[in-house]
């Protein structure tokens, strides 16, 4: 982790430098303007976690690498949520008919033992 002030000025000029291009980019992949920050500051949390990286072009590799895998973690979640609500509102419907259908089979065998005390002992035997 960083700690110093060489490394804190270093992480500045990290994020000022990167900031605009990896917000850009994650929009790009996400969509939207508030996870784009967030992946972005996600990003940055990550490289003050691990440390300093010295290779000016490692350490850009590195941090499109890591925000464009947090842009994917991020819309296989939305995707997760939208599958989970789908079903939810898919059981909401089931859930809102099924007593319209209850209702309905009922009066349908109200209707049919009716009919069926119209015919003969017999007949309803059969029918049974």
């Known amino acids: 982790m960083l700690g110093n002030k060489t490394s804190k000025r270093w992480m500045r000029g990290v994020v000022q430098s990167h900031r605009g291009d990896l917000q850009r980019y994650a ?5 939207d303007e508030d996870s784009a920050r ?3 500051q996600d990003t940055f949390l990550r ?16 941090l499109f690498v890591v925000c464009r ?5 991020v819309l296989r979640k939305r995707h997760r949520a939208r599958a989970r609500d789908a079903q939810t509102a898919t059981s909401v419907v089931k859930d809102v008919t099924a007593p319209d259908v209850k209702l309905e089979r009922r009066e349908l065998a109200a209707e049919v033992e009716q009919q069926l005390m119209t015919l003969s002992p017999q007949q309803r ?3 049974r």
């Open 38 to 40: 967030d992946v972005v």
């Open 125 to 127: 035997e059969v029918v």
């Open 69 to 73: 895998n947090r842009c994917t973690d």
């Open 47 to 62: 490289l003050w976690e691990i440390g300093k990286i010295d290779d000016p072009q490692h350490l850009r590799r590195w």
């Open 27 to 31: 929009l790009r992949l996400v969509g």
